[in-house]
């Protein structure tokens, strides 16, 4: 059975985590000596996970929240979203190496990037 840990202890165990991962952040491969670290957890089940760089805990959260909360609870992701997240890397690796012929209307090729949004013009009263 898991511990559950003191909000005193936080700190101690966010620090030894940090030197187990040798200072890296598991999931982007940055330093973990820069600012202060987060101790990741699971919301669902409250388990520590490891210890993140502050930018890869945040985006995380909004990663699960977006894909999970925003999807229709009939969805797939709802199974399974690990194995979305991982269908979803593997799908842009894919296309990273194997680039579409067609290039989409709003990219401005000449610029390199997505074309800005046209705004609606107000009308004059």
Sequence with gaps: MAEQIKTKDIAALR?????QQRYTCPICGGSLAVGIPALDHDHKT??????????CNRNEGKVLKAMVYMAR????????PTQWLKNL????????????????????VE???QKPKKRARRKKV
């Design 15 to 19: 620090a030894r985590l940090a030197v």
């Design 46 to 55: 409250g388990r520590i996970r490891a210890t993140l760089c502050g930018l």
């Design 73 to 80: 609870k009939d969805h797939p992701v709802w199974e399974n």
């Design 89 to 108: 890397a593997d799908y842009l690796k894919y296309h990273e190496e194997n680039p579409g012929d067609y290039i989409h209307p709003t990219f401005d």
């Design 111 to 113: 610029k390199g990037k």
